[in-house]
């Protein structure tokens, strides 16, 4: 398994931050070639089903993802939500934090620096039928994909970077 993080400043309200981190289809949207379906009625709680489908084609893959932790923001303490993987290929699980901070004020959503709330995102990651000598070229492009996947939602945008 791999473990990576993401973790961005925002000028967006936790709140805010919240609602579009944990916007399931908005995350297809911004993954190439991927499409998020939700398989459990709104709103999202624990228990909350989505699977991740990428590829194209007969050539693709679910990720099948089960959110069995969910506490949005509040006044004065954080969201949590997490995520656990149960695909045939992609295992693992994912955790989300959302913080109202008291330092910052930058609106630049691509980096820690700057920003009223703090949004991380971590991951450990298993992809079933990859070596595990390739667990750091995994966790670096998961980094990658998974930092201009924050980065979009809490610009608001839905198409890909």
Known sequence: MTVFRVARRTSLPADEAWRRITDWPAHGRRVPLTRTLVRTPGPTAAGTVFVARTGVGRVRFDDLMEVVRWEPP??????????????RVITGWAEIEVMETETGTGTDASSEAGGRTL???????????????????????????????????????????
Do not use: M, Q
């Open 119 to 161: 949004v991380r995102w971590s991951e450990e990651l298993r992809v079933g039928f990859l070596p595990r000598f390739l667990d750091r070229l995994t966790a670096r492009a998961g980094r990658v994909v998974f930092g201009r996947v924050v980065d979009g939602l809490l610009r608001g945008g839905a198409s890909g970077p």
């Open 74 to 87: 509040a006044a004065g303490s954080p969201g949590h939500c997490r995520l656990e993987k149960r695909g």
